[in-house]
């Protein structure tokens, strides 16, 4: 996710191409990979047993990755017009409203994806 937005801001100060289809790439990777139905899964291999699935994310000391990807993925799709990455983006935002309301501080980069979310729909 954050390498997705790094590219993406690459792309954003260049126009160059390549690295707005690298971001592309690199994005489709982390759904591809982590994203499931009913969540996100934190890696391959959960050394401490236990849960390795999370609905959403908290942010910590840098922004929820599940957050990060969403909100790489919805302008991705609004330069490439690309519906079937901004669907996936969608679904994953639309899940947990519940948990943001009671603790909207813990979640601030999952807000400011559904502010892009909502904006991105917005355009024709």
Not at 75 to 91: E, F, G, L, W
Not at 92 to 103: G, H, M, S, T, V
Request: aromatic share 12%; net charge negative; glycine share 6%.
């Amino acid at each position: 996710a954050y390498f997705a937005s790094a590219l993406l801001s690459f792309y954003e100060a260049t126009g160059n191409l390549n690295d707005l289809n690298l971001a592309a790439k690199v994005s489709e990777a982390g759904w591809n990979e982590f994203y499931v139905l009913n969540g996100w899964r934190k890696g391959y291999q959960n050394l401490l047993g236990g849960r390795n699935l999370e609905e959403i994310y908290l942010d910590g000391a840098v922004p929820a990755p599940d957050a990060v990807l969403a909100e790489v993925s919805i302008r991705i799709a609004s330069i490439t017009k690309n519906d079937a990455i901004a669907a996936r983006a969608y679904d994953a935002l639309d899940r947990a409203y519940d948990k943001i309301q009671e603790n909207a501080f813990f979640y601030p980069s999952r807000i400011k994806a559904l502010e892009i979310a909502l904006e991105a729909q917005k355009r024709p």
